[in-house]
C-alpha cells in the first residue's frame, strides 16, 4: 500500500538565518533592495523582518541600488545592449529612480556604442542595400537602441 505524500514541515529561518542567507546573497552579487526583499520573502520572512535587514544591509553599505545599477549597466553595455532594453531591465529588478537612471546613463556615448555592436555583429562596411539597412537597424532596436542611434550607425563609419 502507498503511503500518502507528505510536504515536510519547514520550520521558520531566525532573524540571524535570514539575515545571513542575505549577506550570502550580497556577497555573489549585487542585488537590488527590490531583489532582496523578494528573496527574503520567498525564505519566509515576514515584512518587518525584510525591512529591518534590508535596511541594515543598505545602511552599513553592503547594498546600495545605486552600486547595483551601475553594475548592470556596465555589464549591459559590455553585451552591447541600448538603453531601453537597460531602463527596462532596472525597472523590472525595482530601480526606479529616473534621476539616477538618467545620469548613470548619461555616462556614455550611446551612438558610438551602436555603431560598435553594429560593426560587431554585421562588419565596418556601411550597408548600402535598403533590405541591409532594415536589417541592421532592426538588429539594433530589438537591442535597445533607439531609432536616431540606429540611424547614425547605418550612417556613419566606426571611427
Not at 531566525?14 to 527590490?34: C, D
Not at 555616462?107 to 556601411?126: S, V
Not at 530589438?142 to 550612417?155: H, P, T
Request: glycine fraction near 4%.
Amino acid at each position: 500500500m502507498l503511503k500518502p505524500m507528505t510536504t515536510p514541515t519547514h520550520q521558520p529561518l531566525s532573524f540571524t538565518s535570514l539575515r545571513s542567507k542575505a549577506l550570502a546573497m550580497l556577497t555573489r552579487r549585487e542585488h537590488s533592495q527590490f531583489e532582496l526583499k523578494t528573496k527574503l520573502a520567498e525564505l519566509g520572512a515576514d515584512s518587518t523582518q525584510i525591512e529591518t535587514i534590508v535596511s541594515e544591509l543598505a545602511a552599513q553599505a553592503w547594498q546600495d541600488d545605486r552600486r547595483f545599477s551601475e553594475v548592470l549597466i556596465r555589464s549591459y553595455v559590455r553585451k552591447g545592449q541600448g538603453t531601453l532594453n537597460i531602463r527596462q531591465e532596472l525597472k523590472q529588478r525595482g530601480i526606479n529612480d529616473k534621476d539616477l537612471i538618467e545620469e548613470l546613463l548619461a555616462e556614455y556615448d550611446w551612438f558610438a556604442l551602436a555603431q560598435h555592436t553594429r560593426c560587431k555583429k554585421f562588419g565596418e562596411e556601411l550597408p548600402t542595400e535598403r533590405k541591409e539597412q532594415a536589417q541592421q537597424c532592426r538588429f539594433l532596436q530589438y537591442r535597445g537602441f533607439s531609432s536616431e542611434q540606429c540611424w547614425y550607425a547605418l550612417k556613419n563609419q566606426l571611427e
